[in-house]
């Protein structure tokens, strides 16, 4: 099937879809599995890149829904240990009486059903990497344990004497803001400034609304692919509906979004406004942004910021512009003349 921009008109294609969705993967991002192309995305993904090689510990901060494992897998990809293993563990997807066990492991009899010694994740991650997701829901017993090993490089298993040592990088996230809870007892300061030797924000959805449009392209082009649902693109008025939600859930809430979306496509093969659903209307209390959106000029401004960083990073060359962007030097010519933003005749 045939994926024409051209019909309907107020619809954006599979070929823009899936040209987001390239570009989406542009110098910035690419090594990271991350998408977009605002200054925020952009920024993230050099300050991955810049830490990724230390060994010291990384704060990622962010909402819920932002990605966090995503920007740590993406640090550890990224490090000097890729090849080691990367361990992540929940503190909210477990009891606290498992927690202890589960990190640091346990010996045999060292409590009811432990039937035989087990090493738990810190040693599991040996020689590569930890990731401590949701560290502020980390009791107090189980805080004070992790200082000892981020101090001292050693674990001792539940029940067993011995001390361990293990070569792990810790990277830790919250979404909770931990100086708070270190002003409110509730979180150990010296654990807090072991974590926070380096801090990684990243920005929720609400702040890199432009983009959406890459992030729906990607969704939409991996959901297509792997569910074999013939979606043959968006129309305007669903992918502004999209750009003017507040996204509370961030990006995991926009991938449900569109998920939902792919399973009750229009006869014709579009998401529409309807397949979005009740919450996208200005009704049942959806969250929208006040002032109109024209996703055109957003389309433009976009198009316009690739070809931008693209002349800067090669020193206003438009040959070398042109190939790190994936066309022809007479291809970015015409872009520049349709975009009216730049002098296409300049050298």
């Known amino acids: 099937m045939g994926w024409e921009i051209a019909s309907p008109p107020d619809a954006v294609g599979r070929s823009t879809l899936e040209q987001l969705a390239r570009e989406g993967y542009g110098p910035y ?11 925020g995305i952009r920024k993230l993904g050099e300050r991955i890149r810049a830490l990724a090689k230390s060994q010291a510990t990384v704060l990622i901060l962010g909402e819920t829904g932002t990605g966090k494992e995503l920007v740590a897998r993406g640090l550890h990809a990224l ?81 067993d004497s011995r001390a361990r040592r293990v070569d792990v990088r810790i990277l830790a996230a919250t979404h909770r803001d931990l100086k708070t809870e270190v002003s409110e ?7 807090f400034y072991r974590l926070h030797v380096l801090a990684l924000p990243i920005p929720p959805l609400r702040d890199r609304l432009d983009d959406i449009p890459l992030l729906a392209a990607h969704v939409l082009a991996r959901l297509s692919r792997r569910d074999r649902v013939p979606v043959r693109g968006i129309r305007e008025d669903a992918l502004s509906a999209l750009v003017e939600h507040t996204w509370p859930g961030n990006v995991r809430e926009l991938m449900g979004a569109l998920e939902r979306a792919c399973h009750a496509l229009d006869p014709s093969g579009w998401v529409t406004l309807r397949s979005l659903g009740e919450s996208f209307g200005r009704d049942e209390g959806a969250v929208v942004r006040d002032r109109a959106v024209d996703l055109k000029e957003r389309t433009r401004a976009y198009e316009a910021g690739l070809i931008r960083s693209a002349l800067e990073e090669h020193g206003g060359n438009k040959a070398g512009a042109a190939r790190s962007l994936g066309i022809t030097r007479q291809g970015l010519w015409k872009k520049m003349r349709r975009l009216r933003a730049f002098d296409p005749d300049s050298p």
């Open 29 to 39: 991002a690419e090594s990271l599995g991350l998408v977009g192309a605002s200054p």
């Open 79 to 159: 490090s000097l240990r890729p090849n080691g293993p990367f361990i992540p563990h929940n503190f909210g997807a477990i009891t606290d009486s498992l927690v202890e066990s589960e990190l640091f492991g346990h010996a045999r009899g060292a409590f009811t059903g432990a039937h035989a010694d087990r090493a738990g994740l810190f040693e599991v991650a040996d020689r590569g990497t930890l990731f401590l997701d949701e560290i502020g829901d980390a009791s107090p017993s189980v805080q004070s344990r992790l200082l000892r090993v981020l101090q001292e490089g050693e674990l001792r298993r539940v029940g």
């Open 185 to 191: 007892g509730r979180f150990r300061a010296d654990l």
